[in-house]
């Protein structure tokens, strides 16, 4: 079975930039997820969406990120203008509904740098 | 809000020997537990997962881990390591009804030295 596709998986753009880094989740999966990583503050959850709606983007550090999930297959998040101080690795993730004990699988990550 | 807090950032060990990896957590309710392992330039994987019932979890590539409610604690061990088990370590918290949403620790190296 396929996990969570992402991509790209390498990106490195200007500062001012927009980025858009896309997801796909596992088939049949409710939930979907977008972590940050960085050495400085660790994994941190930025949005995450319930079928297809946002429940909590309380983690989306500024008015320049933003996320869409127009359907139950592809996510998008999106930097504009994008800043060095974004340079991180993005991960999506999904679960299936039904409880918080579901375990949420990850993609690969988007590695982003932005000179 | 529930916290998880990993005790050590870097765990050396040689080959062959047990690992203790600790993890504490905070909450004010019941919580699920986890822990993932994230190999070089890789996602998170799911090691094992704590949801009730007998205390000692059984994961995957030989790892156990106990919960200790009185101690707040969801410590990872393994009784003989490998070098391929060189990897970052997460340990992740979910309160009951919060819809999957994972708060995760900072994180703990290992690494195995022949």
């Known amino acids: 079975d396929a996990g969570v596709i992402q991509s790209p998986r390498h990106e490195v753009t200007e500062m001012g930039q927009e980025v858009t880094l896309r997801c796909k989740p596992i088939?049949?999966?409710?939930?979907l997820f977008w972590y940050r990583q960085t050495m400085m503050r660790g994994l941190e959850l930025l949005i995450y969406?319930?079928?297809?709606?946002?429940?909590?983007d309380s983690g989306m550090p500024e008015d320049r990120f933003s996320a869409k999930m127009p359907n139950a297959s592809f996510s998008t998040l999106k930097i504009q203008p994008s800043e060095p101080r974004d340079s991180a690795v993005y991960f999506c993730?999904?679960?299936?509904?039904?409880?918080?004990?579901?375990?949420?699988?990850f993609g690969e990550g988007s590695w982003l740098t932005v000179v | 809000a529930q916290s998880v807090t990993q005790l050590d950032s870097q765990v050396p060990v040689f080959e062959e020997a047990p690992v203790e990896l600790r993890c504490n957590y905070s909450?004010?309710?019941?919580?699920?537990l986890f822990w993932y392992v994230q190999y070089p330039n890789q996602g998170l994987q799911l090691l094992l997962k704590y949801l009730s019932g007998s205390t000692l979890v059984k994961g995957i590539n030989g790892f156990e881990a106990e919960f200790n409610k009185s101690q707040t604690s969801f410590h990872l061990r393994k009784p003989s390591v490998h070098i391929s088990d060189t990897a970052e370590y997460f340990c992740?918290?979910?309160?009951?009804?919060?819809?999957?949403?994972?708060?995760f620790g900072e994180g703990t190296q290992l690494t195995v030295n022949p």
């Open positions: 993730a999904s679960s299936s509904t039904g409880g918080s004990g579901n375990t949420i699988y």
């Open positions: 909450s004010s309710v019941s919580v699920y």
């Open positions: 969406f319930n079928n297809n709606v946002p429940i909590d």
């Open positions: 992740a918290v979910s309160e009951m009804d919060s819809g999957s949403r994972l708060t």
């Open positions: 088939s049949g999966h409710n939930s």
